[in-house]
């Protein structure tokens, strides 16, 4: 019992570390993008986590974190991903932090409506008051006609459609691939497809050092969080991780502060709450089978594939 205790507790550990390095991210990306391309940084942060795979993983598996049956549905997937990464960070040059990630957090709920025409699964009444009240939240922070930019409202809620699409499409690819093949088709397709729509050669060679490792570290930041995300789920249960997932939104508005000197005002403190409360609720009155981490490249793992 203490053992298994203590594997839990481990468990958390990895978990919330990875929540914080995801927080990074999207503040390095933030502050990035008033700099470079956007492109350009997503291309950067799919070719370091590539390179990272490539490095470590991809040795002690060979082929097999390549060969896969369903190729086509596998880049789809990966596609939906870089949509994630590609249209939040569009939403970073206009829109704070903390308001940024409170919006992308609409996915759980746009993955129950999206559950049961693509899934086959019944969402009843206490599901459908949850996702009213969640986009009653984002209407709470984007506020028509209030500051916030419109544009990067649209970009953030399309952020979180392809998020979504991109958790259903793992759920149903989990019975026949492994993680860490699903983790680096990510990469892989991130680096690929991003790669027809920016020139990176030869970049570094005029960046300053600082900003050439902050670039990097982007892709450190997913990788090394997607690997303890992966060790989290082997430690402890997801029921344990789910309530964490929205300590991100905490993350989110220290980073935001200490970083941007911004502060959500407490009508978009109250709708971060309640798109909190209702994908909350979703997760925790069923069992779920994926647990997302909310950010701009997303995560999700099955907790028994993972073992």
């Given at each position: ?185 990510t990469a892989l397709v991130g ?110 793992e099955d907790r028994a594939a993972?073992?």
């Amino acid at each position: 019992m203490q053992l298994r205790q203590h594997h839990a507790a481990h468990g958390v550990i990895l978990f919330l570390t990875a929540i914080f390095l995801f927080a990074a991210l999207d503040a390095t990306a933030k502050y990035l993008t008033a700099f470079f391309a956007v492109p350009l940084l997503v291309w950067a942060r799919y070719f370091v986590h590539l390179v990272v795979m490539l490095a470590t993983i991809a040795p002690g598996m060979g082929r097999e974190i390549v060969v896969t049956k369903r190729p086509w549905l596998m880049t789809f997937r990966g596609l939906m991903l870089v949509g994630v990464t590609l249209l939040v960070q569009l939403a970073f040059r206009t829109l704070p932090l903390a308001e940024t990630t409170a919006i992308v957090f609409v996915t759980p709920l746009l993955v129950a409506l999206l559950a049961g025409p693509m899934l086959g699964e019944k969402m009843h009444l206490n599901g459908w008051l949850a996702t009213l009240a969640g986009f009653g939240g984002v209407l709470l922070i984007a506020r028509p006609g209030g500051a916030m930019a419109g544009i990067g409202v649209i970009y953030c809620l399309g952020g979180a459609l392809c998020y979504a699409l991109y958790q259903i499409l793992t759920r149903k690819l989990l019975a026949s691939e492994p993680p860490m093949r699903l983790l680096f088709y990510t990469a892989l397709v991130g680096t690929l497809s991003m790669s027809f729509f920016c020139r990176p050669t030869g970049v570094a060679k005029c960046l300053p050092l600082r900003q050439t490792l902050l670039i990097a570290s982007l892709g450190f930041y997913g990788g090394i969080g997607h690997f303890l995300l992966i060790r989290a789920f082997r430690e402890a249960p997801a029921s344990t991780l789910s309530p964490l997932l929205y300590v991100q939104l905490i993350w989110a508005m220290l980073l935001g502060w200490l970083v941007f000197g911004q502060l959500p005002d407490m009508p978009a403190i109250t709708g971060m709450l309640i798109i909190g409360a209702s994908g909350l609720s979703l997760v925790m009155r069923r069992t779920p089978v994926l647990i997302p981490a909310m950010h701009t490249e997303g995560a999700l793992e099955d907790r028994a594939a993972s073992k």
